[in-house]
Nanobody, 123 residues
């Protein structure tokens, strides 16, 4: 069982930055691919970014490529999402996810989800 707790959300101005964190419980964190998804009001949940278990591979949605960076610290059981050059359309509830397989995670079917943290970007 893996429990995920997100933090770092809040209000930012367009062009600003926020850094999200996701702390995972359990001693098997380093075995899991990790990812971030987001869901805006009235929209479906969408993939944002993912990182494999070793941190050697990262994937991004086209909408955030070049602006967001996913990273992980296996010693701290934590994955991060650095969000720069924020836009109003980045406003959403951001969810952390974990899965043993990277592709399954990116397809939106991870084994574990966090509760989410709200990000609001004002224009």
């Amino acid at each position: 069982q893996v429990q995920l707790v997100e933090s770092g959300g809040g209000l930012a101005q367009a062009g600003g930055s926020l850094k999200l964190s996701c702390a995972a419980s359990g001693r098997t964190f380093r075995s899991y691919a990790m990812g971030w998804f987001r869901q805006a009001p009235g929209k479906e949940r969408e993939f944002v970014a993912a990182i494999n278990s070793s941190g050697g591979r990262t994937d991004y949605a086209d909408s955030v490529k070049g602006r967001f960076t996913i990273s992980r610290d296996n010693a701290k059981n934590t994955v991060y999402l650095q969000m720069n050059s924020l836009k109003p359309e980045d406003t959403a509830n951001y969810y952390c996810a974990a899965n043993l397989g990277l592709i399954q995670l990116e397809n939106g079917s991870p084994d574990y989800w966090g509760q989410g943290t709200q990000v609001t970007v004002s224009s």
